[in-house]
């Protein structure tokens, strides 16, 4: 039988708790696998977990943890130090895990933050996902607005809201002035002929009364996606070629980009891809 220190006797509500020890005689609910801080508050000792890292063995509130010491007007930093990173610091001062721009500046690499899309460089340096619309000197080229324009609609495997037909395209989404049409074939479609299709087409079009881009997508061409069946009987499907998976959907995001960069489409085009299968069509 264990011996009765091995059993916390911390109390309860309903008596010493009875739950097995793993440190200094307390289970871990109670506090048995932390250090604890006990600076006093007004409701006791905090009983928070202590920080390691820093001078002082006491919870984050009362001065535990890693400090960033990074000059400031009012003195050192003291905010808590970013994990992750090469820099020791809190994330206002280049601590945690960042891409940082390295473009040459006359104090050395730049080291400011990159920007999440584009080149790897902060914005002053080129970075970030760049205005492609056309002007008359070429393509504009300044920096994206986040926030900006984005599908005002969804419809997924159902009619158009308000149309008069029941075609239902697999997904649609619907902008201010142009919507993006997404169909996956999966070969599911040879027992329609093409001019069925291009009618379908038409009257989802009709429906939604904007100019679009419709992409029919055909993941079992090539070899991208191959089917199985599971030991239940069910079908499922996974990679066949991730090459050919990948740049399928790489294609896919870039005739989506090109389209919502046009400054002012006209009618319905249809890309298929791969494009080996569509050009067969």
């Known amino acids: 039988m264990p011996h009765p220190k091995h059993f916390c006797v911390q109390p309860t509500p309903v008596g ?3 739950e097995r020890a793993v440190l200094h005689g307390k289970c ?3 506090g048995g696998n932390r250090r604890l801080c006990l600076n006093p508050t007004p409701d006791g000792p905090c009983q928070k977990q202590v920080q390691w890292g820093g001078e002082v063995p006491a ?3 009362h001065g535990g943890g890693e400090r960033c010491l990074r000059p400031t007007s009012n003195g050192p930093c003291q905010k808590q130090v970013s ?3 090469a820099v020791r610091a809190c994330k206002a001062h280049g601590g945690g895990k960042r891409l940082l721009c390295l473009h040459p500046t006359p104090a050395g690499p730049c080291h400011k933050l990159a920007a999440k899309a584009g080149v790897r460089a902060c914005i002053a340096h080129g970075g970030g996902k760049l205005c492609l619309r056309p002007t008359p000197a070429g393509p504009c080229q ?3 607005q986040g926030g900006g324009e984005r599908a005002q609609q969804l419809i997924w495997d159902c009619p158009v809201p308000g149309g008069c037909t029941l075609k239902r395209p697999d997904m649609l989404f619907r902008f201010e002035d142009r919507f993006v049409q997404v169909e996956v074939d999966e070969e599911g479609h040879e027992n329609l002929s093409c001019a069925d299709e291009d009618s379908r087409l038409e009257l989802i079009a009709a429906d939604v009364g904007l100019p679009g881009l419709v992409l029919r997508l055909n993941p ?4 991208v996606l191959k089917r199985r069946r599971l030991s239940n009987g069910e079908h499922c499907f996974c990679v066949g070629d991730a090459d050919a998976f990948n740049g399928l959907f790489d294609a896919a995001e870039a005739a989506v980009e090109a389209f919502a960069n046009e400054p002012a489409p006209e009618g319905v085009r249809v890309v298929g891809l791969p494009a080996s299968w569509w050009d067969g069509r």
């Not at 079992?220 to 070899?223: C, G, I, K, M």
């Open 83 to 85: 994990s992750g990173g």
């Open 16 to 18: 010493p708790c009875g």
């Open 28 to 30: 871990r609910e109670h």
């Open 59 to 61: 919870c984050f509130a």
């Open 220 to 223: 079992d061409a090539e070899r």
């Open 142 to 144: 300044k920096h994206v």
